[in-house]
């Protein structure tokens, strides 16, 4: 789970920077800069969500809704569109499709996954069996959102059969904010001229605003990403890019970017980012919270955190900085986040 800034020097030396930045540095050597608006941002809820001791009532009943274990999922074939190229960036909006391979561990007529703040409607949901031995089609009964529990719901006409395969595809669409959550938009000055880039943060549970999926650290499957973008910006993500082509909609041609399937690994570890950065590093008055964050293969790290002056550093400090890397490593390949565990 995500290092808190303030124990990364014993002696409470924080340095006082006006200017922060973040570096993004992935498992395959590129490093890019993002920057994660906070003034949002609610550290009292993710202390509740992490489980590290805080005791409002209030947030807690917001995680009190748990999806049932009937269902596993295995793999998420997620495809999205993150439009960040209207003038006005309150029209930033994203769309995508995601098909959710899973298995019945017992039987059901049920099928429950997370959904929050998604347009979906109900002739986007398909489900179908994978397995030889059963009907194909599976038809649903009814089919409703609810905004208390975070969910999308389907009820089936027949029961889902214990150790069977299906495929649930759904198309979705909704609203990129400059909330620091899920996914969120960002700006930056360059040449007197503003830009934007959309990345994610879907720690503790925020994935289920992006796209339809079992938002729980337990519910761990393995990701296929495809992003697409327009020319000039790039895209990366927890692993390599597999191959990248054009595809037209509606007149205008997109860069479709393919990336290769991640490790088994929870919703909230998964990231992204849509950017036209050409450099290392880009000031910013606005910083991040926490010292890192250890998405699989994309870890993002704060200024304070990893950039050391060598003539003003001190051994605490250079030991601050590799207890964060250390710290944010152990978590990417050994962590088992889970609901009433220690992340």
């Not at 997620?78 to 909006?93: K, M």
């Not at 400090?317 to 207890?323: C, L």
């Amino acid at each position: 789970m995500p290092a808190r800034s303030g124990w990364r020097n014993c002696k409470n030396k924080i340095g006082k920077y006006k200017k922060k930045i973040t570096a993004v540095v992935s498992a395959i050597l590129i490093a890019v800069a993002v920057f994660f608006p906070l003034k949002h941002f609610n550290e009292e809820y993710m202390k509740q969500a992490l489980n590290v001791g805080t005791t409002s009532s209030a947030i807690a009943s917001q995680l009190i809704y748990r999806l049932p274990t009937a269902l596993r999922p295995l793999h998420y074939d997620l495809e999205l569109i993150p439009d960040i190229y209207q003038a006005n960036s309150s029209n930033f909006s994203f769309q995508g499709t995601v098909k959710i391979e899973f298995v019945c561990r017992n039987q059901t007529s049920d099928v429950i996954l997370h959904a929050v703040d998604l347009t979906i409607v109900e002739l986007d949901v398909q489900l179908r069996s994978w397995d030889p031995q059963d009907d194909p089609n599976i038809l649903i009964k009814s089919f409703q959102i609810s905004k208390e529990r975070e969910t999308l719901e389907l009820h089936l006409l027949r029961p889902l059969q214990e150790k069977y395969r299906y495929l649930l595809t759904v198309t979705f669409r909704g609203q990129i904010t400059d909330l620091f959550r899920s996914m969120y938009f960002s700006s930056y000055q360059e040449n007197n001229q503003t830009k934007y880039f959309v990345s994610t943060i879907f720690v503790p549970n925020h994935a289920r605003l992006a796209f339809p999926c079992f938002d729980e650290p337990a519910f761990k499957a393995r990701f296929t990403l495809t992003i697409l973008r327009k020319e000039n910006f790039i895209s990366i993500s927890n692993m390599p890019r597999n191959d990248t082509h054009e595809r037209i909609i509606d007149g205008d041609v997109w860069f479709v970017d393919h990336f290769l399937t991640t490790p088994l690994m929870s919703t909230y570890l998964l990231t992204f980012t849509v950017c036209q950065f050409n450099y290392k590093e880009v000031n910013s008055s606005r910083g991040y919270k926490y010292a890192g964050m250890e998405h699989w293969g994309l870890v993002s790290y704060s200024e304070n955190s990893m950039l050391l002056s060598e003539e003003m550093a001190s051994i605490n400090d250079k030991e601050a900085v590799t207890r964060v890397i250390a710290h944010e490593t152990a978590h990417m390949v050994v962590g088992t986040a889970d609901y009433g565990h220690g992340g």
